[in-house]
């Protein structure tokens, strides 16, 4: 008889073991399918991302083709036309303004004699007088090499006030400031301007002998325009005064 009531017991024993381990193998199948699917949904995610990314670097792609597609107007361009060198003087002051602007240009350009059209007593000069000398430079190079010898002697530095429409004004009022230049006895202690003229295409109608016409407004080179090229290619700082 015990026998008899021991066999139920163990089968019934065997039933829960058999329903406990199927009940894991439930858990784990889930636990499975749980981390498949986190899997899956993690997948498509990415796969969202990544052509989310395809499409925004597409797109910036086709901005950068379309802005290197677009014409830019030749006609709207600032270029600096050239610049005039200037130094003031009388008599013996003149002959040493005279060498001052050759030793800048060295030699290379030919110096014009300026001739006063007013009368100044406090200076002894009268109209028909030789008052000063200037030179003037076209070549792009020069201007460039130049410029930014004459901004480093004012520390990069100009002021809102020597900007004008078409142009810039500045003086240096010791050539020995610029750099490369020595002080020379025969010259002394002597300053001298320096005016940039700024243009856009088209200038020529209106200088020309034959049909001749009227530059537009819009041609004209504002002074917002001449400080925001200043900054650009020089790096100044344009101060209020």
Do not use: W
């Amino acid at each position: 008889m015990e026998q008899e009531i021991e066999k139920p017991k163990i089968e019934e024993n065997i039933k829960d073991v058999n329903s406990m381990q199927d009940e894991k193998e439930e858990v784990r199948e889930s636990e499975n399918q749980e981390g498949q699917a986190e899997e899956i949904s993690e997948n498509q995610e990415a796969e969202v991302q990544t052509s989310e990314n395809s499409q925004s670097s597409q797109k910036v792609e086709n901005l950068d083709v379309n802005d290197k597609n677009k014409k830019i107007n030749k006609m709207r361009l600032i270029e600096i036309e050239k610049i005039v060198l200037h130094c003031g003087g009388t008599e013996d002051k003149l002959e040493k303004s005279r060498v001052l602007l050759e030793k800048i240009t060295n030699k290379e350009k030919k110096i014009y004699i300026v001739k006063s059209t007013r009368r100044i007593p406090a200076f002894g000069i009268s109209p028909g007088k030789q008052s000063g000398c200037k030179v003037t430079i076209r070549n792009k190079e020069k201007i460039k090499n130049l410029l930014e010898r004459f901004f480093s002697t004012l520390d990069n530095k100009i002021s809102k006030k020597q900007v004008v429409e078409n142009q810039v004004c500045f003086g240096i009022p010791e050539y020995i400031e610029v750099p490369g230049l020595e002080y020379e006895r025969d010259i002394g202690i002597l300053g001298f301007e320096i005016d940039v003229v700024f243009k856009r295409k088209g200038k020529r109608v209106k200088m020309r002998k034959i049909k001749r016409g009227n530059l537009p407004k819009k041609q004209q080179v504002t002074k917002e325009e001449i400080i925001e090229y200043l900054i650009k290619n020089f790096e100044l700082e344009v101060g209020e005064k």
